[in-house]
T-cell receptor, first 115, second 111 residues
Framework: GAGVSQSPRYKVAKRGQDVALRCDPISGHVSLFWYQQALGQGPEFLTYFQNEAQLDKSGLPSDRFFAERPEGSVSTLKIQRTQQEDSAVYLC?????????????FGPGTRLTVT | KNEVEQSPQNLTAQEGEFITINCSYSVGISALHWLQQHPGGGIVSLFMLSSGKKKHGRLIATINIQEKHSSLHITASHPRDSAVYICAVSGVVGTASKLTFGTGTRLQVTL
């Protein structure tokens, strides 16, 4: 079956532009996570949804970052007034349930470059 | 100090060699994950374990809960094993199941 998909795969934005990154999780997966991976680093947690509820947004680096999952399936990560330090790969992952014992399935990521 | 630390950061091996990557963590966990990331590619889950040992093909993962340490072994390494291997932990059951990642080990296997 289909895995987690993300779009666009690559995005170049000029500093100050707004961007929207999309994640389509595996159908039926309850939990959805967004991570940010800077070049040469491990991913870092941004935010977590259980169905449509955003239960943890402690990793969002500033109020320029906003995420939503209005119908409990597709999620969008929006970054307003992009800055160069926002350049990174943004990874989406989903898992079957809220239980931590389920493995996470990752999308291919969106590489954002802010110029 | 990072909550999840890996060693080595970089590793070069010749085809056929036995490879070990280590991971230490400092927090309570419900599970530890080993993940593989190819250049420009997404992340694939290799193992999720909370005790003992798991084996899949040429890959073996072990965890010692008391010592808060895990190892990933690759037997008879092959150039196609070249990738970044990332250790990650998921929190204590009952909390959000977000992953905390190590910085990864970049493995290059040469002919």
């Amino acid at each position: 079956g289909a895995g987690v998909s993300q779009s666009p795969r690559y995005k170049v934005a000029k500093r100050g532009q707004d961007v929207a990154l999309r994640c389509d999780p595996i159908s039926g997966h309850v939990s959805l996570f967004w991570y940010q991976q800077a070049l040469g680093q491990g991913p870092e947690f941004l935010t977590y949804f259980q169905n449509e509820a955003q239960l943890d947004k402690s990793g969002l680096p500033s109020d320029r970052f906003f995420a939503e999952r209005p119908e409990g399936s597709v999620s969008t990560l929006k970054i307003q007034r992009t800055q160069q330090e926002d350049s990174a790969v943004y990874l989406c992952a989903s898992n079957l349930d809220r239980d931590t014992y389920y493995e996470q399935y990752f999308g291919p990521g969106t590489r954002l470059t802010v110029t | 100090k990072n909550e999840v630390e890996q060693s080595p950061q970089n590793l070069t091996a010749q085809e056929g060699e036995f490879i070990t990557i280590n991971c230490s963590y400092s927090v309570g966990i419900s599970a530890l994950h080993w993940l593989q990331q190819h250049p420009g590619g997404g992340i694939v889950s290799l193992f999720m374990l909370s005790s003992g040992k798991k084996k899949h093909g040429r890959l073996i993962a072990t965890i010692n809960i008391q010592e808060k340490h895990s190892s990933l072994h690759i037997t008879a390494s092959h150039p196609r094993d070249s990738a970044v291997y990332i250790c990650a932990v998921s929190g204590v059951v009952g909390t959000a199941s977000k992953l905390t990642f190590g910085t990864g080990t970049r493995l290059q296997v040469t002919l």
